[in-house]
């Protein structure tokens, strides 16, 4: 590691973990209201269209602005994160320390897009309820233009993902990191199957409201790890 002290490696981790749970709020804001079909009529002919799209309808411009702005401004503080994971990986060498850090990072990047584009999703679920049926077309075809946008950033940034995550498992159970070879479980996708896992047997309002909240939760559980074994094997 070129930083080596624990104080720094503290600061950084909790820095990525207040950044975790930031977009996780922004996600709650977004994405944990249901909303029942028959209250909104307007809508019930383009269900599929949606495909759940349709819980931002009854979302005040406040909370639509929040939720999606929270994620973007959350981004920074998550960087810092993989910027420890780089670190703790470093002793094995830059050519292999950095790919993962930089996979990591695009993913994020790229999701700073994807997140705050859920503002413009929740602006076009509202104004096809209020809009006629016959004036619906024009917003159902942007709302799926945008859906096909939001669908190959999604891919990139989850290719990103899955690579960064299994390259970080492997790199680690080699031994030659600065991470206890313990941490060659611990990776973003196995923090998500962690929390899919552990949803089934919480209750279920906590099921509901985290709903859209689970790949930044598997980061906030992904970089308290991080931080704790770094910090234990310094």
């Known amino acids: 590691m070129l930083t080596n002290t624990v104080s720094i490696i503290w600061i950084s981790g909790l820095l990525a973990i207040f950044g975790a749970l930031i977009y996780a709020v922004g996600d709650v804001f977004l994405l944990a209201d249901k909303v029942n079909p028959a209250d909104y009529p307007n809508l019930q002919a383009h269900a599929k ?4 799209s349709e819980r931002m309808v009854a979302l005040s411009w406040r909370r639509l602005l929040g939720g999606g702005l929270l994620g973007v401004f959350a981004t920074p503080l998550v960087l810092a994160g993989f910027w420890q994971v780089y670190q703790g990986l470093l002793p094995a060498g830059i050519g292999l320390a950095l790919p993962p850090a930089l996979l990591f990072g695009c993913s994020s990047i790229v999701g700073v897009f994807v997140h705050g584009s859920f503002i413009y999703m929740g602006e076009y679920v509202q104004a096809l309820n209020k809009l006629e049926p016959g004036s619906q077309p024009v917003v159902v075809d942007m709302f799926l233009r945008h859906r096909k946008i939001m669908t190959i950033t999604y891919a990139f940034l989850l290719s990103c993902v899955l690579i960064g995550s299994i390259w970080f498992s492997v790199l680690v159970a080699l031994g030659h990191t600065a991470f206890p070879r313990w941490m060659a479980v611990v990776n973003p996708v196995t923090a998500f ?6 949803k089934k047997v919480l209750p279920a309002r906590v099921s509901e409201l985290t709903e859209g909240a689970g790949f930044n939760i598997a980061y906030l ?3 308290i790890l991080t931080t704790a074994g770094l910090a234990s094997a310094l």
């Open 221 to 223: 559980l992904f970089f």
């Open 49 to 52: 269209t949606l495909s759940g």
């Open 193 to 198: 199957l962690f929390w899919a896992g552990l």
